[in-house]
C-alpha cells in the first residue's frame, strides 16, 4: 500500500497490526502519569479541603484509583484501560470547568483527552471521545450563556456570549483539526514504523543467516583440513609400511606412526587368535598398552564389546566417553591411559571379505565424526594389505629362502612407486629361468589403443601401445582376466581344452607359429581386481616343476597386490590435491562480500580444476524477488 492513499478510515486496521508496540506504550504513559500525579493529587486534595468542596475530593480519590487500578492490573483489558483514563480526562475537564470557569485548564483537559483517542483508540472510538469533548464544552457555554450554572470560584462571573461562541466554535475547530490531522498523520508514522520494523527484522535475519553460512563455511573449511591432514598421513604412513614383511614389526610400527602422524592420544591393534575364538591385543602405542601386551590382553568373541562388534559386523563404530551405551563407556577401559581418551573410532581390517583384525584408535582432544571414519577407513584397508603381506611372506618364507632371486623381488616390489617399476620388477625375475620371450600385457588408460605391452629389452624395459595384434596379445589378456591362478602349458601341441573366452583362438594362433614349446600365462591379480598379464614361453618343451608353479603363483599373488596399493596410494593423492584445492577455495570465498564476486571466483576456479575451454554459472532469484527486482544474471 503507498502511504499516500492511507485514511483515516483505515486508521484501524493499520492500529491493529501494531496492536501490542501500542499496548505497552500505552501502559508505560499510564504508569507515569499515575506516579507523576500523585503528589499533585495530595496537593489537589488539600487544596479542596480548604474550599469546603468535599464533593470534588470524592471525584479526585475515586478516578486516581481507577487510573492506579487501569495502571498496575494486568488482567484488565487495554481497552477498559485507555477508556478509563480518558473518562478520567472527561472528568476532570468538566470538573475544571466548573470549579475555575472558562478561562483555566479545562478545554485544555478537553482536547488531550481527544489527542490521546486518536494515538490509542483510532476511528470511532476517537470520534465519540471528540464528540462528548465538544458536547460537554458546548453544554457550558449554554449553561452558562442562560445562567443556569455559574463557576465554583467565581460565581459572580459574566460571560459575553460573543466571547463564549467564539471560544466555542475556536475549541470545536481546533479539536477537529487535531483529530483529523491525527487520523491522518498517525496511520502513516505508524505504517513507516511498520515497514522499518519489518526492514530490520528482514536485516537482522538476514545477518543471522549470513553468520550460519560464515559459520558452516568455516566448519566446511576446518574439515576439510582435517581431512587432508588425515589423507596425508595416510600416505605417509602407508609409504612407511611398505618394505616391512615381519607382522609383529609391522603391527607395532603400525601403531607408532598412525599415533604420532594423525595426533592421537593412543593407538591400539587387536587381531584373532588360531582358534578365532579371542581377539588379542598385538600392538599397542603407549607404554600401559605394551604391558597389556605382554600380559596378553584378550577380549573374548562371545563379549559384549565394541571391539568384538566391529569384527563381527565388519562395520567401523564410533565410541564417546560420555555416551549412555553401556557398551561404548566400557569400551574406554581397553586403554589403560583412560584420562587421555575422550572418543574413540574402532575399524575392521577387511581384505577381500576376510577380518583380519581390528584397529583402535582414540583421541584425547576431538570426537571423530563419520567423514573421520571415511578417510580412516582408508587407513585400516592399507593397513590390511601390508598385514596380508606380511603373513603371506611369513608363510611361504621357506620357499622365498630357497629362491633367492624371488625374495628379492619380494623386497623390490615393496619399494616400487609405479605400474612400471612392478612390471619391470617381474620380468626381471623371469629373466632368470631363461624363457625364449617374456611379457606383461596389460590394459591402456586414456589412450586410443586397447592395451600396452611391456618387455625387457638388453638392460631396459620396454613399454609401448598395441596397434595391430601380430603376436595374439588381445586373446591372451582376456585369458588372462577369467584366470585365477596361473595356467602353465608344457606342451603347446597337446593344449587342453578349457572353458575360457578367445582360449580356442588364442591355442590356434600358439600352434601356427611353433611346433613344440611351452608357454606360461601368469595374472598378475587380487581376488578382487585383474591387473596384467605375465606372458612366458619356451621355444622347447618345459616342464614346469612343483617349486616353480608355486613360485609363478607368488608372482602373480604379491605383484596384484604391489599394483592394487599403487593405485590406492595414487587415488589417495589425486584426492588430497582435491580436498587441498577445496580448502583454498573455501579460504577465498570467506574473503568474497559479494555474490557476483564470489560467482565469478568459483567459476574461475572450476574452469582451472577442470581444464575446461570456459564456466557458465547463472544467479536465480525467488519469484518474490524477481518480481519486485529483476532477473540477474553473472558468467
Same mark, same amino acid.
Given at each position: 500500500?503507498?502511504?499516500?492513499?492511507? &485514511?483515516?478510515?483505515?486508521?484501524?486496521?493499520?492500529?491493529?497490526?501494531?496492536?501490542?508496540?501500542?499496548?505497552?506504550?500505552?501502559?508505560?504513559?499510564?504508569?507515569?502519569?499515575?506516579?507523576? @500525579?500523585?503528589?499533585?493529587?495530595?496537593?489537589?486534595?488539600?487544596?479542596? +479541603?480548604?474550599?469546603?468542596?468535599?464533593?470534588?475530593? %470524592?471525584?479526585?480519590?475515586?478516578?486516581?484509583?481507577?487510573?492506579?487500578?487501569?495502571?498496575?492490573?494486568?488482567?484488565?483489558?487495554?481497552?477498559?484501560?485507555?477508556?478509563?483514563?480518558?473518562?478520567?480526562i472527561?472528568?476532570?475537564?468538566?470538573?475544571?470547568?466548573?470549579?475555575?470557569?472558562w478561562g483555566?485548564?479545562?478545554?485544555?483537559?478537553?482536547?488531550?483527552?481527544?489527542?490521546?483517542?486518536?494515538?490509542?483508540?483510532?476511528?470511532?472510538? &476517537?470520534?465519540?471521545?471528540? &464528540?462528548?469533548?465538544?458536547?460537554?464544552?458546548?453544554?457550558?457555554?449554554? #449553561?452558562?450563556?442562560?445562567?443556569?450554572? /455559574?463557576?465554583?470560584?467565581?460565581?459572580?462571573?459574566?460571560?459575553?456570549?460573543?466571547?463564549?461562541?467564539?471560544?466555542?466554535?475556536?475549541f470545536?475547530?481546533?479539536?477537529?483539526?487535531?483529530?483529523?490531522?491525527?487520523n491522518t498523520?498517525?496511520?502513516?508514522?505508524?505504517?513507516?514504523?511498520?515497514?522499518?520494523?519489518?526492514?530490520? $527484522?528482514?536485516?537482522?535475519?538476514?545477518?543471522?543467516?549470513l553468520?550460519?553460512?560464515?559459520?558452516?563455511?568455516?566448519e566446511?573449511?576446518?574439515?576439510?583440513?582435517?581431512?587432508?591432514?588425515?589423507?596425508?598421513?595416510?600416505?605417509?604412513?602407508?609409504?612407511?609400511?611398505?618394505?616391512?614383511?615381519?607382522?609383529?614389526?609391522?603391527?607395532?610400527?603400525?601403531?607408532?606412526?598412525?599415533?604420532?602422524?594423525?595426533?592421537?592420544?593412543?593407538?591400539?591393534?587387536?587381531?584373532?587368535?588360531?582358534?578365532?575364538?579371542?581377539?588379542?591385543?598385538?600392538?599397542?602405542? /603407549?607404554?600401559?598398552?605394551?604391558?597389556?601386551?605382554?600380559?596378553? +590382553?584378550?577380549?573374548?568373541?562371545?563379549?559384549? &564389546?565394541?571391539?568384538?562388534?566391529?569384527?563381527?559386523?565388519?562395520?567401523?563404530?564410533?565410541?564417546?566417553?560420555?555416551?549412555?551405551?553401556?557398551?561404548? @563407556?566400557?569400551h574406554f577401559?581397553?586403554?589403560?591411559?583412560?584420562?587421555?581418551?575422550?572418543?574413540?573410532?574402532?575399524?575392521?581390517?577387511?581384505?577381500?571379505?576376510?577380518?583380519?583384525?581390528?584397529?583402535?584408535?582414540?583421541?584425547?582432544?576431538?570426537?571423530?565424526?563419520?567423514?573421520?571414519?571415511r578417510?580412516?577407513?582408508?587407513?585400516?584397508?592399507?593397513?590390511?594389505?601390508? #598385514?596380508?603381506?606380511?603373513?603371506?611372506?611369513?608363510?611361504?618364507?621357506?620357499?622365498?629362502e630357497?629362491?633367492?632371486?624371488? +625374495?628379492?623381488?619380494?623386497?623390490?616390489?615393496?619399494?616400487?612407486?609405479?605400474?612400471?617399476?612392478?612390471?619391470?620388477?617381474?620380468? $626381471?625375475?623371469?629373466?632368470?629361468?631363461?624363457?625364449?620371450?617374456? +611379457?606383461? !600385457?596389460?590394459?591402456?588408460?586414456?589412450?586410443?589403443?586397447?592395451?600396452f605391452?611391456?618387455?625387457?629389452?638388453?638392460?631396459?624395459?620396454?613399454?609401448?601401445? !598395441?596397434?595391430?595384434?601380430?603376436?595374439?596379445?588381445?586373446?591372451? #589378456?582376456?585369458?588372462?582376466?577369467?584366470?585365477?591362478?596361473?595356467l602353465?602349458?608344457?606342451?603347446?601341441?597337446?593344449?587342453?581344452?578349457?572353458?575360457?573366452?578367445?582360449?580356442?583362438?588364442?591355442?590356434?594362433?600358439?600352434?601356427?607359429?611353433s611346433?613344440?614349446?611351452?608357454?606360461?600365462?601368469?595374472?598378475?591379480?587380487?581376488?578382487?581386481?585383474f591387473?596384467?598379464?605375465?606372458?612366458?614361453?619356451?621355444? @622347447?618343451?618345459?616342464?614346469?616343476?612343483?617349486?616353480?608353479?608355486?613360485?609363478?603363483?607368488?608372482?602373480?599373488? #604379491?605383484?596384484?597386490?604391489?599394483?592394487?596399493?599403487?593405485?590406492?596410494?595414487?587415488?589417495?593423492?589425486?584426492?588430497?590435491?582435491? $580436498?587441498?584445492?577445496?580448502? $583454498?577455495?573455501?579460504?577465498?570465498?570467506?574473503?568474497?562480500?559479494?555474490?557476483?564476486m564470489?560467482?565469478?571466483?568459483? %567459476?574461475?576456479?572450476?574452469?582451472?580444476?577442470?581444464?575446461?575451454?570456459?564456466?557458465?554459472?547463472?544467479? @536465480?532469484?525467488?519469484?518474490?524477488?524477481?518480481?519486485?527486482?529483476?532477473?540477474?544474471? /553473472?558468467?
Amino acid at each position: 500500500m503507498n502511504r499516500d492513499d492511507i &485514511s483515516a478510515q483505515e486508521t484501524p486496521d493499520i492500529l491493529a497490526r501494531i496492536l501490542p508496540w501500542r499496548q505497552q506504550l500505552f501502559e508505560r504513559i499510564l504508569r507515569v502519569v499515575t506516579i507523576v @500525579a500523585l503528589p499533585m493529587v495530595a496537593v489537589g486534595l488539600y487544596y479542596i +479541603y480548604l474550599t469546603q468542596e468535599f464533593w470534588l475530593m %470524592a471525584v479526585v480519590i475515586v478516578g486516581y484509583l481507577a487510573l492506579v487500578l487501569a495502571a498496575f492490573v494486568p488482567r484488565i483489558p487495554y481497552l477498559v484501560r485507555v477508556w478509563v483514563f480518558l473518562v478520567v480526562i472527561l472528568v476532570l475537564g468538566t470538573g475544571d470547568l466548573l470549579t475555575y470557569g472558562w478561562g483555566e485548564d479545562g478545554r485544555i483537559y478537553l482536547l488531550t483527552a481527544t489527542i490521546f483517542a486518536t494515538i490509542f483508540l483510532g476511528g470511532r472510538q &476517537s470520534a465519540v471521545v471528540l &464528540s462528548a469533548a465538544c458536547l460537554i464544552l458546548t453544554a457550558f457555554v449554554i #449553561l452558562v450563556r442562560f445562567g443556569l450554572i /455559574s463557576s465554583l470560584q467565581h460565581p459572580d462571573g459574566v460571560y459575553d456570549p460573543t466571547l463564549l461562541v467564539s471560544g466555542l466554535i475556536v475549541f470545536i475547530v481546533c479539536a477537529v483539526a487535531l483529530f483529523t490531522a491525527s487520523n491522518t498523520l498517525f496511520p502513516r508514522i505508524f505504517a513507516n514504523l511498520q515497514r522499518s520494523a519489518h526492514l530490520s $527484522e528482514d536485516l537482522e535475519a538476514r545477518q543471522v543467516a549470513l553468520g550460519e553460512r560464515m559459520r558452516a563455511l568455516q566448519e566446511a573449511n576446518l574439515s576439510l583440513q582435517r581431512r587432508a591432514m588425515y589423507l596425508d598421513a595416510t600416505a605417509q604412513v602407508s609409504q612407511a609400511l611398505m618394505t616391512v614383511f615381519d607382522a609383529d614389526a609391522l603391527l607395532e610400527r603400525a601403531v607408532q606412526l598412525i599415533s604420532r602422524h594423525f595426533d592421537v592420544a593412543y593407538t591400539a591393534i587387536f587381531l584373532p587368535d588360531e582358534t578365532g575364538t579371542w581377539l588379542v591385543l598385538r600392538a599397542a602405542s /603407549s607404554s600401559a598398552g605394551r604391558r597389556l601386551v605382554i600380559q596378553g +590382553y584378550r577380549l573374548n568373541r562371545s563379549d559384549q &564389546s565394541v571391539v568384538v562388534r566391529v569384527a563381527e559386523t565388519q562395520r567401523p563404530h564410533i565410541a564417546v566417553r560420555t555416551s549412555d551405551v553401556a557398551m561404548d @563407556a566400557a569400551h574406554f577401559a581397553t586403554n589403560p591411559d583412560l584420562a587421555t581418551s575422550r572418543s574413540a573410532v574402532v575399524l575392521p581390517l577387511i581384505l577381500s571379505g576376510e577380518v583380519l583384525g581390528v584397529l583402535d584408535i582414540h583421541s584425547a582432544e576431538m570426537d571423530f565424526d563419520q567423514d573421520d571414519v571415511r578417510t580412516l577407513q582408508g587407513l585400516a584397508w592399507q593397513l590390511a594389505i601390508a #598385514l596380508d603381506n606380511a603373513r603371506r611372506l611369513g608363510a611361504e618364507v621357506s620357499i622365498l629362502e630357497t629362491a633367492n632371486p624371488f +625374495y628379492r623381488l619380494a623386497g623390490r616390489l615393496g619399494a616400487t612407486q609405479t605400474e612400471t617399476d612392478v612390471y619391470a620388477a617381474v620380468l $626381471e625375475i623371469v629373466q632368470g629361468f631363461n624363457p625364449g620371450q617374456a +611379457y606383461v !600385457v596389460h590394459t591402456a588408460h586414456k589412450m586410443e589403443s586397447l592395451y600396452f605391452v611391456t618387455d625387457v629389452r638388453g638392460e631396459q624395459v620396454n613399454t609401448q601401445p !598395441v596397434g595391430s595384434d601380430t603376436e595374439n596379445f588381445g586373446a591372451a #589378456l582376456e585369458i588372462g582376466a577369467a584366470l585365477q591362478s596361473p595356467l602353465l602349458i608344457a606342451d603347446v601341441t597337446a593344449i587342453p581344452a578349457l572353458p575360457l573366452p578367445g582360449f580356442h583362438d588364442f591355442c590356434a594362433h600358439v600352434l601356427e607359429r611353433s611346433e613344440k614349446g611351452s608357454i606360461a600365462l601368469v595374472p598378475l591379480r587380487t581376488k578382487a581386481e585383474f591387473f596384467a598379464l605375465l606372458m612366458v614361453s619356451y621355444t @622347447a618343451a618345459h616342464n614346469f616343476t612343483p617349486l616353480e608353479t608355486q613360485l609363478y603363483r607368488i608372482i602373480g599373488e #604379491l605383484a596384484g597386490v604391489t599394483l592394487e596399493r599403487i593405485a590406492v596410494i595414487q587415488e589417495a593423492r589425486t584426492q588430497l590435491g582435491r $580436498e587441498r584445492w577445496l580448502r $583454498e577455495f573455501s579460504e577465498r570465498v570467506i574473503r568474497i562480500p559479494e555474490l557476483e564476486m564470489l560467482i565469478a571466483q568459483a %567459476a574461475q576456479s572450476l574452469q582451472d580444476v577442470v581444464q575446461a575451454d570456459g564456466v557458465i554459472a547463472a544467479i @536465480a532469484l525467488p519469484e518474490s524477488s524477481t518480481e519486485s527486482h529483476g532477473d540477474h544474471s /553473472s558468467t
